[in-house]
């Protein structure tokens, strides 16, 4: 039974076990194994192992013409961008060609303060007053809200917060706060939003 193969339940047999580790570890300090075997095959010692190296072959010369040709590129490509301005911080790309001047004279550059400049809101022609409605009464509620002064919903109806609005608006202005918008009112609120 102790030879049946298929018993798992077997214990293996080791006695060779020390004569075989104690032959792989004499090989492995260069002394000669005390029984030379002809069947074993050690394919873990160091000595039977020999590492081979590759040799890594020279470029040829179809690489080396393609990288020379692919940094030759990349190094036209980034001129051409650096020429049109690309890498500057400047919002306008830079002429290429110097700027001369005539001897003995210098350049006079002369600039305009500019204002802002606020869109015109068009004021009514005729006087207004609570009650009114169209299109003139909306031209007014535009042009008070332009003028800062709040007049509610723009809605064509002089109501009572257009009112309120004329008034304060009257008041601010040195005006008689009545609420009506007539000829006075609208030339100081012409001048206001212009």
Known sequence: MADDPDNWFDEPDV???????????ARSRGAAPAEPDADSDDWLSPAAAKPTLRKRSAPNRRQ???AGAAVLALALLLGILAAAGVFSSSSKPTSLAPTT???????????????????????????LKPGDKGASVK???????????????????YGPSTESAVKQ???AHGLTADGIAGSKTLGALRSAVS
């Open 15 to 25: 006695s060779d076990a020390w004569e075989a580790r104690s032959e792989r570890l």
């Open 64 to 66: 080396v013409a393609l």
């Open 169 to 171: 608006f009257q008041q």
């Open 101 to 127: 001047t005539p001897s003995g004279t210098t350049p006079t550059v002369t600039t305009t303060p500019t204002t802002p400049v606020k869109p015109k809101v068009p004021v009514p022609t005729s006087g």
């Open 139 to 157: 031209q007014l509620q535009r042009a008070l809200k332009s003028a800062g002064y709040t007049v509610g919903k723009i809605d064509g109806s």
